[in-house]
């Protein structure tokens, strides 16, 4: 069953105590006058001389100049400039955003740190053990930000719980979620309205990404109203449905969500609207993830089903509110190592993985959980790592949309920091492998770069970015970004000249 779910999670992931070595280190920063005011070899200059006509060779044959072009690579080790063009021009790096974000949590909390989710209860005894098989007051899940939680998890909760006696509970589940405060939707989230899983809002307790799939089978006859079902189960998800069933084999379901706004007593909620037909012969229709609006009352609503799912009574009632001092723990659950969460993050640029943790950064320090604090968490963390933040906007984790801006010069002052940090080879096997794996699977695949290069891609309309590390012929580690904006077509029509701007970085020592 877990390796059911594992390839479930790989699924979901392609559409997350330590002292900061940044304390302990002086500010690394890239130079930035030209190569020749470095007095380089004749060799170095021939090298540099050449690098400059391949990556201009690889500009000229498209219109992608007629956008902003915008590229550093440099050695990173030392800081020499290989090549440079308007390296400090701030550009809509989309999710090449990550790497601040992954950088950031790894210097916070260290590679080996887990988030913790808690479900309390009170009325047990001393030893904090049931008093006979009834919880005559709620059940507390307490969020601790886990990016990685799945229904998996909720059945193994409920099950201990069973196993602990517990037959029902009588006043429902209340859902912790203080630990976050304000809005759940992540800064420029708002700019479209899009059912998208890769939209989805943040909550301290989330589930399945706060994405859900929905499953279409036909009625029993023709004419009957098709049947649906959610995965993660639950009820909280209104539900409009047109389907209808018809003969045949064939399908033609469409399937939406649309947000119920908060009316009232009523909170913010879901709609989802199938409408469409299908044949009484047809295999089951599995629509695209489409995002949930409030993570509390959905994750409630799955753990419902998981606790029904082995047997314990409880009704249908969600509310949130924060834990009573005296409640005592009865299951504690553990994520996986931050290392696992930023692995995940930038190989497959999970975006909500990526807002969870920058929303975990704004909890630290007596912070108060906002989206304001974890902005500002993100900029001390630049700044003491000795980045110049002149004219960069980090507003949210993920690079989504329009609206953060970073120059290929603070990407790579970026990778030169991290390239010597505490935590460098975590942060390293979290970036995506040329030809080999993650996003870059099936990019730079030539035999000369395949699996020399560890970057992290970035795709929105008007922006490609391409930033990382690179190995060269005599073992020299470049650091390196290439970013274009607005170009005058769809941005990842680009990737290729990026990539072959990529490859002559990457052949600077043949």
């Known amino acids: 069953m877990k390796k059911i779910y594992y390839s479930y ?31 380089p070899s004749a060799e170095l200059r021939q090298k540099n001389e050449r690098l400059k006509a391949a ?41 090449n955003t990550k790497l601040i974000t992954v950088a950031a949590a790894l210097d916070e909390f260290g590679p080996a740190h887990t988030f913790q989710t808690e479900l309390l209860a009170e009325g047990l005894d001393a030893n904090g053990e049931l008093v006979g098989d009834t919880l005559k007051g709620p059940l507390y899940i307490k969020g601790g930000g886990n990016a990685f939680l799945l ?3 909720f059945l193994d909760w409920a099950n201990d719980l069973r196993l602990q006696g517990v037959k029902k509970i009588g006043g429902g589940i209340v859902v912790d979620n203080t630990l976050f405060a304000g809005e759940d939707l992540p800064p420029l989230f708002d ?54 069933t018809t003969s045949g084999r064939r399908r033609n379901i469409q399937v939406s969500s649309e947000t119920i706004p908060a ?3 009523a909170e913010i909620g879901t709609r989802i609207v199938i ?41 249908q009632k969600v509310s949130t509110g924060k ?49 304001a604090a974890s902005q500002a968490a993100v900029l001390e963390f630049l700044q003491k790592s ?73 795709t929105l309309n008007e922006s490609a970015a391409l930033s990382g590390y690179m190995r060269t012929a005599t073992n020299r580690e470049i650091a390196f970004s290439i970013i274009f904006n607005d170009p005058p077509t769809f941005a990842w029509r680009y990737r290729p000249v990026q990539d072959r701007v990529a490859e002559a970085i990457e052949a600077f020592d043949d």
């Open 151 to 153: 229904y998996e998890n």
């Open 263 to 265: 009316t009232g007593d």
């Open 386 to 458: 000795g980045i110049d933040t002149t004219d960069m906007v980090v507003k949210n984790g993920s690079g989504l949309y329009d609206g953060n801006r970073t120059s290929p010069r603070q990407f790579v002052e970026l990778l030169r920091f991290m390239a010597t940090h505490q935590w460098a080879p975590e942060y390293r096997a979290s970036l995506a492998i040329s030809g080999v794996d993650g996003t870059l699977a099936r990019r730079l695949e030539d035999a000369s770069v395949r699996g020399k290069i560890r970057a992290k891609t970035g």
């Open 191 to 244: 700019t479209k309205n899009e059912d998208a899983a890769y939209r989805a809002p943040i909550g301290a307790l989330s589930v399945n990404f706060n994405g859900v799939t929905v499953l279409v089978d036909p009625g029993e006859k023709a004419g009957d109203a098709a049947t649906y079902r959610f995965v993660p189960a639950n009820k909280h998800i209104q539900v409009v449905n047109r389907a209808t």
């Open 9 to 39: 999670f790989i699924a979901l992931a392609l559409t997350a105590f330590s002292v900061p070595a940044s304390a302990q280190r002086a500010p690394v920063q890239v130079e930035k006058a030209a190569p020749q005011a470095t007095n």
């Open 323 to 371: 834990t009573p001092a005296g409640a005592k723990v009865m299951v504690t659950h553990a994520s996986q190592p931050l290392s696992y969460t930023a692995f995940a993050t930038n190989k497959w640029s999970n975006n909500f993985m990526s807002e969870m943790l920058l929303r975990m950064l704004g909890t630290t320090q007596g912070r108060a959980g906002t989206w």
């Open 55 to 95: 990556i201009e060779a690889a500009l000229a044959g498209s219109d992608v100049t007629q956008g902003k072009v915008g590229i550093l690579a440099v050695d990173a080790a030392t800081g020499q400039v290989l090549y440079a063009r308007d390296a400090d021009r701030s550009m809509s790096p989309a999710s």
């Open 275 to 315: 409408s469409g037909n299908i044949g009484l012969d047809a295999r089951t229709f599995q629509s695209r993830r489409k995002r949930i609006d409030n993570p509390a009352q959905f994750a409630g609503a799955v753990f419902i089903e998981a606790l029904r799912a082995v047997g314990i009574e409880v009704a």
